[in-house]
């Protein structure tokens, strides 16, 4: 079976040159796109963390770019943020970290290493394994915003009113819609011809 290869790997050029603008390039996209989707959003009244599609543009970036290029885009995403784009979804520069969003943004990092590296072990290339993964990732992220949010508001029961029980069916939907794009994108690209195997 092909493992250790994402589809950003099969499509990479093999001239060395072109291959290094293709990583910039992906890391650049998807740090920018992570971005646009922090904009699709929708404020709760009772929550201070807004329900976003950047968390689904993240785990399925860490997916299609692997883990090392996947933290990479996270990592150009909030340095882009920190230094003024208006790319987060709530504020604007570092004090955007420092606020009730922070953690969740830092444990994007994770969140896209994990899928990332699962997607490389290939687990994005069937329904069941890919749902796991997008799991895991979110799970990275709930950790990390969480906690931020304990350190915040102290440790409390209303933490997870106000970060967690708000975007489970959100995130639920997120994973089932990865679920179905990245298996098929493999079997578009060939994955049956690639691995030797047949669905």
């Known amino acids: 079976m092909l493992t250790n290869f994402t589809v950003a790997d099969l499509l990479r050029p093999c001239e060395k040159r072109l291959a ?4 910039v390039a992906l890391i650049i996209g998807g740090s ?7 904009h699709a959003k929708v404020w709760l009244p009772f929550s201070p963390v807004p329900v976003t599609g950047q968390t689904f543009a993240v785990l399925m970036i860490g997916a299609l770019l ?4 996947g933290c990479l885009a996270v990592l150009a995403y909030i340095i882009e943020g920190a230094a003024g784009l208006p790319v987060f979804a709530v504020g604007i520069g570092s004090a955007a ?3 009730p969003t922070g953690g969740y943004l830092f444990g994007f990092i994770p969140a896209a290493y994990i899928t990332g590296r699962l997607a490389e072990k290939g687990w994005d290339r069937r329904i069941g394994t890919t749902v796991l993964a ?3 990732g979110n799970l990275a992220i709930y950790a990390f915003g969480l906690l931020w949010l ?4 102290g440790f409390n029961t209303m933490v997870l009113t106000l970060g967690l029980y708000p975007f489970i069916i959100g995130d639920l939907a997120k994973i089932i819609l990865a679920s179905i794009l990245l298996p098929s994108g493999w079997k578009m690209l060939g994955y049956s011809r690639l691995t030797g195997k047949s669905e």
Do not use: H, K, Q
């Open 150 to 153: 304990c350190c915040l508001t």
């Open 20 to 23: 290094g603008f293709y990583d």
């Open 97 to 99: 970290l420092l606020g």
């Open 32 to 38: 920018l796109l992570i971005g646009l989707c922090a």
């Open 134 to 136: 997008m799991v895991f």
């Open 66 to 69: 692997g883990a090392r290029l």
